[in-house]
């Protein structure tokens, strides 16, 4: 069934990946995402309840034309009533594919709750898998539980089970290979992004970004690595199949490959604002509109204006790019 509203820009992009952040609280401190103490999180009051969440879910799936959505954080797992926004997502119609990226610390405890509820898959976010070099990155010492959540995820059958990690200069920039080893091992699908200018501290720097060209330099070396057959579409990963197969690794090259023509995602922030690209400075309000009164149509037709003034790329590479006012862990993933 057409959508009555598609999410349709200037370019003729269509969204229908909608990336939902639930809270912009987390209980890692990343240093390329956020500073040791934290941030000023969002006021309770000005954060969407589970009922507004559900709400524009539905929006965007039954009006809207969205068939996949994602929740992001912060971290979602330290969002109460989770489960149940899951649960309510899980029952529209037509039923959205349902999908979270987390860091995993309280998937073991969750995991088989969520699998219930709907959720059909998981990322998580790991970086490394030297217990050391975990504690250096996110000041946290939570390997193991990140580790015994993933494998909860793959018990609970919320699969494929994907693994983004992040590799920084002089931290943990030579691990490549032993990552993608260890997740080949346990049948976790590996994906490495490049470092984005989305930090709170802003100190991203293009000179100090591990490359796709360095991630590939650095995997040939030890993997033969082949273009995956399955066609790429509108998946921000460019997929390899690692020593003939059966499995794979991604790269996701935001910065140095960018895939912005074939966009299809589109993010709402936990204090309702909807950002037509990861790397926007505007935003619309929709909960103004949710809690002013509007119908589902008048919400809807808010939401495809947003859309439709979406830019051709993020500009990274223009000299006046500037980086966005909200940091990663405010927008979601």
């Known amino acids: 069934m057409d959508a009555p509203f598609p999410l349709t820009d200037r370019f003729g992009r269509v969204a229908r990946d909608l990336r939902v952040s639930l809270t912009d609280r987390c209980n890692l401190r990343c ?48 969002r109460r009533g989770f489960v149940d926004i899951v649960r309510r997502c899980a029952e529209l119609e037509p039923r959205p594919q349902l999908s979270v990226t987390t860091n995993a610390l309280g998937l073991k405890r969750q995991a088989v709750a969520l699998r219930d509820a709907g959720l059909d898959r998981v990322n998580v976010s790991l970086d490394t898998v030297r217990a050391e070099t975990f504690k250096q990155m996110t000041l946290r010492d ?33 691990q490549a290979p032993e990552l993608l080893r260890w997740c080949l091992e346990r049948g976790y699908e590996l994906r490495f992004i490049e470092q984005m200018p989305l930090d709170a501290q802003h100190g ?18 030890h993997f033969v690595l082949e273009p995956a057959e399955e066609p790429r579409g509108t998946a921000p990963a460019e997929l390899f199949r690692v020593d003939g197969g059966p499995g794979h690794v ?60 979406k830019l051709p790329g993020h500009g990274i590479d223009d000299p006046t790019f500037l980086q966005p006012a909200r940091p990663m862990s405010a927008i979601g993933g």
């Not at 500073?35 to 009051?45: K, M």
């Not at 193991?144 to 920039?173: E, F, T, W």
């Not at 991203?204 to 070396?221: H, K, N, Y």
């Open 204 to 221: 991203w720097r293009r000179d100090d970004m591990v490359t796709a060209d360095e991630i590939f330099a650095s995997l040939e070396q």
């Open 250 to 309: 991604g790269v996701i090259a935001s910065v140095t490959r960018p895939f912005c023509g074939d966009c299809d995602r589109v993010r709402l922030t936990a204090d309702g604002q909807v950002r037509n690209c990861l790397f926007a400075r505007e935003e619309s309000d929709l909960r103004a509109a949710l809690r002013g009164g509007a119908s589902d149509e008048e919400i809807a037709r808010r939401w495809q204006q947003a859309m439709a003034t």
């Open 31 to 78: 240093t390329y995402c956020m500073p040791a103490e934290g941030l000023d999180w969002l006021p309770d009051d000005r954060v969407l309840t589970d009922d507004e969440v559900v709400r524009l879910v539905s929006i965007g799936v039954r009006l809207l034309g969205v068939d996949d959505v994602r929740f992001t954080g912060g971290e979602p797992l330290v």
């Open 142 to 174: 939570r390997f193991d539980d990140v580790v015994a959540g993933l494998a909860a995820a793959q018990a609970a059958g919320l699969s494929p089970v994907k693994v983004n990690a992040v590799l920084m200069r002089g931290v943990n920039d030579d």
